[in-house]
């Protein structure tokens, strides 16, 4: 355990489908981050919550609405998906000049 | 932008040897964080080592060093007494201190380790 769980740990969902996947960490962190890994790339950022409020959004399709309640929780709701937005989340937390603490991630495989 | 690049892809050492990764990054800044990160097939990314760039002292955590190479702009991590438990995907990471919270990555190195 590493302090920040997501889940589901896989999810595999139609292209209409809406489904929502969840961050949560307990580390006191301040921020908190959505990256997508695909095979054979730089993790890509897709958003930033510092403080609760959404600092980054860089060009994220609006398929991908992102979501943080408080400084605990981010979720990341999808809908509309297609096939090429399969790949594994990573939700990550962190504290000022500290690096990342990442979950585990949760893969996802549109069909 | 930053850019981070990991040369290797894949490489491969024999237990109990020792296996360097390496690791460039293009940035103007003269203050930032480099780290490199291990992704074992649980997904896990794990932080391996820690390097702030106003030090010139190499860190070292246990059998992990890095040679860092600031006017280079090099980042290479030495793993020493390779374990199986090391073969993981590696990733070389920048943060910036000045887009707030932003880190870059590289690709990736795949370690296999040999028993």
């Known amino acids: 355990e590493t302090g920040v769980t997501q889940t589901p740990r896989h999810l595999v969902m139609g292209m209409t489908n809406k489904k929502s996947l969840k961050c949560e960490q307990h580390?006191?962190?301040?921020?908190m981050y959505w990256y997508k890994q695909s095979a054979k790339k730089p993790l890509e950022l897709m958003f930033v919550?510092?403080?609760?409020?959404?600092?980054e959004n860089n060009s994220v399709p609006s398929r991908f609405s992102p979501e943080c309640p408080n400084s605990s929780h981010l979720f990341l709701h999808l809908h509309t998906l297609q096939p090429e937005d399969s790949a594994l989340y990573l939700c990550?937390?962190?504290?000022?000049?500290?690096?990342?603490?990442f979950g585990s991630g949760t893969r996802l495989t549109v069909v | 932008a930053q850019t981070v690049t990991q040369s290797q892809p894949e490489m491969s050492v024999q237990e109990a040897e020792t296996v360097t990764l390496s690791c460039t990054y293009d940035?103007?800044?003269?203050?930032?964080?480099l780290f490199w990160y291990k992704q074992p097939p649980s997904r896990q990314m794990i932080l391996v080592i820690r390097?702030?760039?106003?030090?010139?002292q190499n860190a070292t955590e246990n059998r992990f060093s890095v040679n860092f190479q600031k006017a280079a702009k090099s980042f290479s991590l030495k793993i020493s007494d390779s374990q199986l438990g090391d073969a993981a995907m590696y990733f070389c990471?920048?943060?910036?201190?000045?887009?707030?919270?932003?880190?870059?990555f590289g690709t990736g190195t795949s370690l296999t380790v040999i028993p």
């Open positions: 990550a937390s962190s504290q000022e000049r500290y690096g990342y603490t």
């Open positions: 390097q702030e760039a106003y030090k010139q």
């Open positions: 919550y510092n403080f609760k409020e959404q600092t």
């Open positions: 940035t103007s800044e003269s203050d930032y964080y």
């Open positions: 990471a920048y943060r910036s201190l000045n887009t707030g919270n932003q880190f870059y």
């Open positions: 580390l006191g962190h301040n921020a």
